[in-house]
Structure formats: C-alpha cells, structure tokens
C-alpha cells in the first residue's frame, strides 16, 4: 500500500521463464540483426508497451553462483552480488549489504578502466 504509487524502481517476477528461450523466439521474429531491434524484440514478448531496461545489480541467493538463464539481455552489465542467505531468510541488512558491496563496485560497462575514467 505504501508503494503503490512508486516508479523509481521495477521489480520483475520470472516464474516458468526462460531467458534462452525468449531470446531465441525474439530472434526468429527480428528482420535484423541489429542489437536494438533484439532488444525490442525482446521487450514485445515480455511484455508489449514495457521497455526493457538494464539490471543494475542481480543478487544472487542461496549460494549459487550461476544466472540459471535468469533476464541473460538485461543482465549484460549487472554487478553480481552471491549470498548464502536463503531467498525467505534475507533480510533488510542484507540488501544494506549488497547494496553497499555495489556501490564500493568500479562500474566500467566493458571498458578498460582507463577507459572507463576517460568516458566518466
């Protein structure tokens, strides 16, 4: 009730979803090839009118330290945060603590990091 209203974040629920599969039926829909048209592609069978947009930060629960074929487009240049906490069991300190793992993180989307510091 209280976030209702809310638009600073975007919270997605991926249940029986396959990232490999949805690519690949975005692929066969896609006239180009073309990295945008992919991604838009991609974003029409999700969920039309719903633009995709990047995954800043994917924590990862339980222990597991794979994707699991979990959003791999919008996962591209995520930071990655591994917790043995089990998904019911994590609490607010350990967002806090993930959270702050990402922002001690140098972001550098694939560049070289003096690249990165020239593009800042």
């Given at each position: ?12 629920l ?24 992919l ?10 009118g ?10 990862r ?11 791999l ?13 089990q ?12 959270l ?16 990165a510091?020239?593009?800042?």
């Open positions: 009730e209280t976030t209702r209203d809310g638009a600073r974040m975007t919270l997605r991926a249940i029986d979803y396959s990232a490999r599969d949805t690519l690949a039926r975005a692929a066969a829909r896609t006239q180009s090839p073309d990295a945008d048209a991604g838009r592609s991609l974003s029409e069978i999700l969920d039309p719903y633009e995709l947009c990047d995954v800043d930060l994917l924590v629960t339980s222990g597991e330290q794979r994707l699991s074929d979990f959003l487009w919008e996962c591209a240049y995520a930071e990655l945060y591994f917790t043995r906490r998904w019911p069991d994590f609490t607010r300190r350990d967002l806090e603590t993930a702050a793992a990402y922002h001690n993180r140098d972001r550098r989307f694939g560049r070289l990091p003096e690249l510091e020239l593009a800042s």
